[in-house]
């Protein structure tokens, strides 16, 4: 494993991981949130990994399917990006991003209605003075919102 200052030890994931996709977001410190859809295609599992140790796992949303997700690390904390079904509706899909290992949920919602095609998330890592996660949805119809995760429900801007 790699960290800003160099190479540490190795780090073990789950027997399981990757799964059917996967996403990995690096802390400052090493430590790796790890974040996958099992082969059932079921829920996705989120867990932390050290060099020396390997946490168990978390299961979320165990019997919702999840197609996408994605994973960074950003503003001091690791974030996992995913789209399930719409279960209210059960049309579409819904964007949700979520803390590890606090388990924190934000919903990135939609008001006019519309599906989430996809999830990027994306950090400013690079520059202390704005160091947030940005989550960008982009909507069945082609538009984009971005939410800066931690900051609020409502998108920053819409296109």
């Known amino acids: 494993m790699t960290t800003r200052t160099g190479p540490t030890g190795l780090a073990s994931a789950p027997q399981d991981f990757p799964g059917k996709t996967c996403g990995v977001a690096v802390a400052a410190d090493g430590t790796l949130a790890l974040a996958w859809v099992p082969g059932s295609g079921k829920g996705f599992k989120v867990t932390e990994a050290r060099p020396g140790k390997v946490e168990e796992p978390d299961l979320i949303d165990p019997k919702v399917p999840t ?93």
Not at 118 to 134: F, G, I, K, T, Y
């Open 67 to 159: 197609g996408f997700l994605d994973a960074i690390h950003g503003g001091g904390k690791s974030w996992v990006g995913f789209l399930q079904p719409d279960m209210e509706t059960g049309m579409g899909l819904v964007a949700q991003a979520i803390t590890v290992p606090s388990l924190q949920r934000v919903n990135l919602h939609d008001d006019a209605g519309r599906g989430a095609r996809v999830v990027r998330l994306a950090s400013a890592a690079h520059m202390p003075e704005n160091d947030c996660v940005v989550a960008i949805v982009v909507w069945d119809d082609g538009a984009a919102s971005a939410w800066q995760l931690g900051a609020g429900a409502d998108p920053c801007w819409t296109v």
